[in-house]
T-cell receptor
Framework: DGGITQSPKYLFRKEGQNVTLSCEQNLNHDAMYWYRQDPGQGLRLIYYSQIVNDFQKGDIAEGYSVSREKKESFPLTVTSAQKNPTAFYLC????????????FGQGTRLTVV | SQELEQSPQSLIVQEGKNLTINCTSS?????LYWYKQKYGEGLIFLMMLQKGGEEKSHEKITAKLDEKKQQSSLHITASQPSHAGIYLCGADTSNQFYFGTGTSLTVIP
């Protein structure tokens, strides 16, 4: 079955540690996206990638980093520079550069203590 | 300020009641999407509207885009507990993509 998989579903980290969230898709989609969701703020774009080995900053990229070495994978690293990392993170992919028509993963809830 | 404003922010209704969620923009919406999100999960695409005055329905959910293409409404008829979740709108405003702030819906059996 084709889909987009995020792992883990829940993640706990100590303050000051970097943490990497996984996102894998087998839909053969070129574009992939990372969003952060906070209560009352909807989805905010962190990074997106339209092609392998290329990615662009979104609206709130500070404190985050990504890589796109393979078409199927778009991992997100939350660095210690991110001031308020506790949030729900959603990964998405789309066949073209249309984030609204994207398929979404099930999300990862990151809690930094 | 948010490009897409949703109202209300949260809604609690008795099972069987009708309800409406609104999504408003100050800019023309060239593509308006509605999604549903169960708590702690990903987004599920519901419907897309593109033309002014367009209306689409799926089961008990109807979405409309106004003639000026600046506001969309999502109407649920005879709500059920399975309708509970967060409803988000997303829109294309001339190649800028935005998501709304979300509306949390609780349906009391």
């Amino acid at each position: 079955d084709g889909g987009i998989t995020q792992s883990p579903k829940y993640l706990f980290r100590k303050e000051g540690q970097n943490v990497t969230l996984s996102c894998e898709q087998n839909l053969n989609h070129d574009a992939m996206y990372w969003y952060r969701q906070d209560p009352g703020q909807g989805l905010r774009l962190i990074y997106y990638s339209q092609i392998v080995n290329d990615f662009q900053k979104g609206d709130i990229a500070e404190g985050y980093s990504v890589s796109r070495e393979k078409k199927e994978s778009f991992p997100l690293t939350v660095t210690s520079a991110q001031k308020n990392p506790t949030a729900f993170y959603l990964c998405a992919s789309s066949i073209n550069a249309d984030p609204l028509g994207a398929f979404f993963g099930q999300g990862t809830r990151l809690t930094v203590v | 300020s948010q490009e897409l404003e949703q109202s209300p922010q949260s809604l609690i209704v008795q099972e069987g009641k009708n309800l409406t969620i609104n999504c408003t923009s100050s800019k023309t919406l060239y593509g308006l999407y509605w999604y549903k999100q169960k708590y702690g999960e990903g987004l599920i695409f519901l419907m897309m509207l593109q033309k002014g005055g367009e209306e689409k329905s799926h089961e008990k959910i109807t979405a409309k885009l106004d003639e000026k293409k600046q506001q969309s409404s999502l109407h649920i008829t005879a709500s059920q507990p399975s309708h509970a979740g967060i409803y988000l709108c997303g829109a294309d405003t001339s190649n800028q993509f935005y998501f709304g702030t979300g509306t949390s819906l609780t349906v009391i059996p």
